[in-house]
Structures are given as C-alpha cells and as structure tokens.
C-alpha cells in the first residue's frame, strides 16, 4: 500500500471511531455499495481516486452521484473517505471496503463472533467444489453470488457477517473467495484489538490444543490471538501457523522439503 494510502485509511478509521455510537449494519451496508458503485464506473473511480481533485470537489461528486439514497453516519464516512489522497483506484476500493467491514463489526458488538462464521462459511465453501465454482467465478452474477451468500447464512450467522460475505463475494476485487474472507475476518479481529492465527494441521486440534495455541500466541504478540484451525493432511505431521506475514512452518512436510533440497544443492 501507498504512503498516501496508508494516511488515508489512518484518517478514515478515525473518522469511523468518532462516529462508532451511531453505526448499524445499514451504514456497512451502504458502504459496501457505495464501493460497488464507484468499482462500477470507470470515470467515477478514476476522479475519487484523482489526488488532484480536492477533497471538497469529490465528495460533492459523491453527493451529487447518490443524493438522498446516501444519509446519516455512511454519506459522512463515504464522503470523508473519497475527499482522502489514495494512491490508486484499487486501494480507495480497499479503504471503502475497510471501512464497511469495521462499521459491520462496530455494529454488531464484541459478543458476535463475527469473525469465526466468516471463517466456518470460508471453510464450508472451500470443502464443496461447486459451490467454491459458483461464487469464486468471475463469470458469475455479482447479484446472484450475493443472493446466495446471503440465502446460506441468513438465520445461521449474525445480519453483519451476511452483510460483509454477501457484499464481497458480489465484489472480490480479483482475490480468491478465501484470501478474501481471511482479510475479513483478520480486519473483524483487529477492529476488537485482536489478530488471526490460521493453524494448519495434519488432524483436527482439540479444544485444549487450540487454547494452548492461541493463549502462547497472545504472549509472543501482547495481544489476544483468535485461532482458525484448518486441517491439510498432506502435511504430514506438526503445525503451521501463519499470523498476518508471520509465518511459522513446523510441519513433517517442510522439514523433508528442506532436506530434500539439502540433498540436491
């Protein structure tokens, strides 16, 4: 990401913590769309991402594109984040995407969990190849991706998590569903203070190993460390743990890997 990028999504999530008191599912919700419509027209994405334009002349922009269909806390937060310098359209895109994701997980409180459905949806579509097919492809329409999303979770998951997965399977900005849903639920944890380990291992975790994971994984980080346990049997034996760009390869695979290479250097 763009130095200007960086102070940008600085700027806009501190936009959103003034007006945390006042955020719902609706301003995520609209946030999400407002993005898709800005993704929707190449001439309106290139002048909200102009960093010649001023902030001003871009939110009235804004303004005059959605009218009275963008109110309340997400035209204060939509326009705050175009009238921001980006460095490209993509990263703008990801600030707006950001910045919805947060206000869901604002919305729905410390209690929902909202990370771990992100997860157990994530896990329950890459175990079923048609359904993996049918909302990764590009070929696939946004609004029937996000109908579909939204038909398998609702009344399983809290309204926030429908409303962030429906929102980014209709727009996955060229990453594969579960790239997309893991930045989800990392951006979700870390609006709570917290960060995602993804633990894979060759058989399930227990629960006390899990605990034992993420309780030693808090200390190493001096923060809460939420665990989501993936299971790859071609790894033979031990654990992978990957927290954001860190990532800690013990697994029988990897050592025979090296050895391997080892042998042929």
Known sequence: MGSASRQALVASRAALDALAAKVDVDAASALFSVGRAIAGSTQLAAAMADASLEGAAKAGLLSSVFGTSLTGPAATLASGIV????SNEDEMLGGIEEIAIRAAAIAAGPRASIEAEIFAFSGAVSTDAELE?????????????????????????????VVIVSALVAQPRGRRIGALLAHAAAVVADQAGASVATVTSAR?????QRASVA?????????DVLVNAEVDESIIGGIRIQVGDDVMDGTVSS???????????
């Open 83 to 86: 009238s921001e310098r980006w």
């Open 133 to 161: 097919l049918t909302l990764g492809s590009k070929l696939s329409d946004a609004k029937g991706k996000a109908a579909l999303a939204s038909r398998l979770l609702t009344g399983k998951a809290h309204e926030a998590t």
């Open 204 to 208: 399930p975790l227990t629960a006390e």
């Open 215 to 223: 309780k030693s994984l808090s200390s190493s980080y001096g923060r």
């Open 255 to 265: 050592r025979l890997n090296e050895l391997r290479r080892e042998l042929v250097g």
